[in-house]
């Protein structure tokens, strides 16, 4: 799950990070006022679940509140890589002397957690790690005895800090790492961090993702999630107890058990096609989950055909059978449907399948082919 910056902000904020005051407003009649309020330059950020906004046209700086209206009034409502802007953040505007990167990452082939920072900061930092990886530096910490201050410290004068700014970032490096393992953060990044032309270090532009899997325990940052900008479907399945991730392709694919939806969206593209979606029903698999699976991948108008992939282990393969025939009566489907179906009473999943007008087949294989092949003559 991510929040939006001025959220992310507050949370950075009880961890002692010096971020940027600011406040939200809804309307161009708020903005004005929270800008009338700092007095001086405001900057109007809009508040939307993507980067490089400033790119785009949605941070402008304002030098008084009727800037600050016209700011926010051409901000609001506007488009930004497909996210509406609904909300800005209206934040004290500062004189930045040195823009830096500083993150917090997961690095899952290290299975460590990674702390990276850059004199390259503001700019698209995946793009510097591309074109200038010798730019990124990075430490990280340690499993079980965490992130040292003499690794933060050397994180400073690896960017080439003078001595006395050294302590201050690297109180913030820690103060960001303790906000990824406090709050079960999968990232945790200011990108710009700030020198102000003071000397002082700023926190100017947050962002923090959440490990849904964690999300139980944080009920605060659970009550900050923001419906606009969820996958609808994927929150709807989510409350079912289903695991559905989005995809771009156009074969719908309906699995029991993560290990073998992942092997079936291989499959598929190995026989040249694309699944639009990653689902698991779960090890149940009963009728209403099964129906639930048709309505959360039917609902997407790209699925062309749809590809039922069940194994029959401890979940016998007539039970989803008969989940499939009482789903069907339930959803309307009209994309082509191919199953394979085996394991533990396949055959006589098959004959109740048969009576519901569906033919099983056996490999996933044969399954893939034959729903690629259905997928593309319904594209031609
Ligand atoms: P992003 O484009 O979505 O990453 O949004 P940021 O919040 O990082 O803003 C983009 C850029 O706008 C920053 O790198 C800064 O250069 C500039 N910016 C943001 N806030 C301020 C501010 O208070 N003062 C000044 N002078 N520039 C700002
Ligand atoms: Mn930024």
Request: hydrophobic residues 45%.
């Amino acid at each position: 799950m991510n929040v939006h910056e001025y959220q992310a902000a507050e949370i950075l904020a009880r961890y002692g990070v010096p971020v940027n005051p600011g406040r939200v407003a809804e309307s161009p009649e708020e903005a004005s006022a929270v800008a009338a309020e700092y007095g001086g330059t405001v900057v109007v950020k809009a508040q939307v679940h993507t980067g490089g906004r400033g790119k785009a046209g949605g941070i402008k700086l304002a030098h008084s509140p009727e800037e600050a209206r016209q700011a926010a009034a051409a901000i609001l409502g506007m488009d930004i890589s497909g996210h509406t802007v609904n909300k800005v953040l209206v934040a004290k505007g500062v004189a930045i002397a040195q823009e830096f990167y500083l993150g917090v990452v997961l690095d899952r082939p290290n299975r460590q957690v990674l702390v990276m920072a850059s004199a390259e900061g503001g700019v698209d930092i995946e793009e510097v790690a591309r074109e200038r990886p010798d730019k990124i530096v990075q430490r990280r910490a340690d499993p079980v005895l965490g992130f040292h201050p003499y690794l933060a410290r050397e994180l400073g004068f690896a960017l080439g800090l003078p001595a006395t700014q050294v302590n201050g970032f690297a109180a913030i490096a820690q103060q960001l790492y303790e906000a990824y393992m406090g709050e079960d953060a999968t990232l945790v990044e200011v990108n710009p961090l700030i020198l102000t032309e003071d000397g002082e270090w700023r926190a100017i532009d947050s962002k923090m993702s959440f490990d849904d899997n964690a999300l139980f325990r944080h009920d605060e940052s659970e009550q900050m999630r923001d419906f606009a900008e969820e996958n609808l479907t994927e929150l709807d399945a989510r409350n079912s107890g289903i695991s559905f991730v989005k995809l771009d392709g156009d074969i719908g694919c309906i699995v029991n058990g993560a290990g073998l939806a992942m092997a079936t969206m291989d499959a598929v593209k190995q026989h040249g096609g694309e699944p639009a979606n990653f689902l698991d029903v779960g090890g149940g698999a009963s009728a209403s989950q099964v129906a639930k699976a048709f309505s959360l991948v039917t609902a997407d108008p790209n699925v062309k055909a749809i590809l039922i992939n069940i194994f029959g282990g401890i979940t016998r393969g007539d039970v989803v059978a008969d989940g499939i025939r009482e789903a069907l009566a339930e959803v309307e489907v009209s994309a082509p449907i191919v199953v394979r179906l085996s394991g533990t009473n396949a055959d006589e999943g098959k004959d109740i399948l048969a009576k519901a007008g569906l033919t099983a087949v056996d490999t996933m294989d044969e399954a893939a082919a034959s729903v690629v092949a259905a997928a593309h003559s319904r594209a031609d």
